[in-house]
């Protein structure tokens, strides 16, 4: 079949989310896990790595929502905007084990939330006018906005100064007696009948669908694995957990939370995972699925079955006797971003052929898995630390191989005097992360890069 069109001008979008409304809005792929997220009521935390799309279905259900695709209010807000970081450290000064600070992380996370869907009430147009909210409704949102005001205005400043000014002030005073003017400025009046009148209200507009999602994306910005940075996280959970049971099917709030942030959750026991299991939503991919996406940006408007003949029209059929697709899901992570970013790196090494070869796909191929390692360290350098020079340390693996031979020579790697010297932090936790790389698997040559599959 000859090509109507080259390599060059499919346009891949962005690695990014926040900066491909564009693909997302004209070639969305719609995998297992979307069709799960937009029909399915009371699952509210999203999990998955680093790249797997995420803030891509965040992204998404606004552009739905801002369509009047769906007859619902969007509601999303990263923790950036009220500077979480600033809010979580100012909050560790004032907290120890000898007094209840989950009970503050957790009334921090109730207002800023509350906060947030007040100011939508007030600033939204469409289905929260004043035909549509009951006067009991109304008052608690104006006591809200009126003693509550940090929460309620543009997240920046607001909160992080009421906490400021009480640090400030209660350095001659004990624990037990901060703690208690603490919660008193962040819970200045207690707000069930607020929660309750809310519950009436999404409950009566909504009784069967969704009238508001509510997305906070972003959470593993700037995070530590610091006990406050667990506890804050935990608690947040803990808080949709509890607005889902209370608002209904009428109200979705979806928490994207990068896995392994929620493993070290889960592993230091900040949170307790029975109880949240049913609501949990895991990014899974495969070739099959990444190699669709792909042809989605390809052939947006095309059937997809179309649309994945036209992708294979602009590659070689094999690579060293091995399908195209096999290849790739070998070689490449199976999240979104790195396939965007790989075909992204093709279309420039394939430049002015109109179609990639089977060197070009090799030659992007050994310059992508030499990235990896960076990006291993980047997105597990925190929980398990020096993860690299593990990697380093392999070089004599094949290509390809079983769960059993990496976890042979992991444990025979950890039991190397140098090896444990090197990263005695590492050796520490093998346990955890013999574990989690056989469960992810290894593949490409650990001479010039890796790849996690």
């Not at 800023?112 to 006067?135: D, K, T, Y």
């Not at 070998?330 to 093709?346: E, T």
């Not at 060197?359 to 597990?380: K, M, P, S, W």
């Not at 955890?432 to 599959?453: D, E, I």
């Amino acid at each position: 079949m000859k090509q109507s069109f080259s390599l060059s001008e499919v346009d891949f979008g962005q690695p990014e989310a926040e900066h491909d409304a564009d693909a997302l809005e004209r070639s969305f792929y719609e995998a297992e896990s979307w069709k799960s997220i937009a029909s399915a009521a009371g699952m509210p935390f999203v999990v998955g790595r680093k790249g797997s799309g995420k803030s891509a279905i965040a992204a998404r259900l606004q552009i739905t929502a801002s369509k009047g695709e769906t007859n619902c209010c969007f509601l999303r807000f990263v923790p950036a905007d009220f500077r979480h970081v600033e809010v979580r450290d100012l909050l560790a000064c004032l907290v120890n084990k000898g007094t209840s600070w989950q009970y503050i992380y957790r009334k921090v996370w109730e207002g800023i939330v509350l906060g947030q869907i007040v100011r939508h009430f007030f600033e939204c147009a469409r289905s929260h006018n004043s035909q549509g909210i009951s006067p009991e409704l109304r008052r608690e949102l104006e006591r809200f906005q009126g003693e509550c005001g940090f929460y309620v205005s543009a997240l920046g400043d607001a909160l992080s100064d009421v906490i400021a000014k009480h640090v400030r002030e209660v350095s001659k005073k004990t624990d037990a007696l901060s703690q208690v003017d603490l919660r008193k400025r962040l819970e200045p009046y207690s707000w069930g009948p607020l929660v309750q009148a809310l519950a009436h209200h999404f409950t009566a507009s909504n009784p069967s669908t969704v009238g508001m999602f509510i997305v906070i994306d972003g959470l593993d910005e700037h995070w530590d694995p610091s006990t406050p940075s667990l506890f804050f996280l935990a608690e947040l959970l803990a808080v949709a957990k509890d607005f889902t049971a209370k608002f209904g099917q009428s109200t979705r709030f979806l928490i994207c939370l990068r896995d392994n942030i929620f493993r070290t959750l889960v592993d230091t026991k900040s949170i307790e995972y029975d109880k949240l299991e049913s609501l949990i939503i895991n990014l899974i991919w495969n070739s099959r699925s990444l190699f669709e996406l792909i042809a989605r940006r390809v052939a947006p408007t095309k059937r997809l079955e179309s649309a994945v003949q036209e992708l294979r029209d602009l590659l070689p059929e094999s690579i060293q006797g091995v399908a195209v697709e096999d290849y790739l899901a070998r070689h490449i992570l199976q999240r979104p971003r790195d396939y965007i970013n790989f075909f992204r790196m093709l279309q420039r090494e394939t430049r002015p052929e109109p179609r990639a070869g089977e060197g070009h796909i090799q030659d992007t191929i050994a310059r992508y898995c030499a990235n990896r390692l960076v990006d291993l360290e980047n997105e597990f350098g925190f929980t398990y630390p020096n993860i690299s020079k593990c990697i380093m340390a392999l070089p004599n693996l094949p290509d390809t191989f079983p769960k059993e031979l990496l976890l042979e020579r992991l444990g025979e790697l950890c039991q190397m005097p140098s090896f444990r010297a090197q990263a005695p932090q590492l050796v520490l936790k093998q346990a955890s992360l013999k574990n989690r790389m056989a469960g992810m698997g290894f593949s490409g040559g650990f001479g010039t890069g890796f790849c996690l599959m």
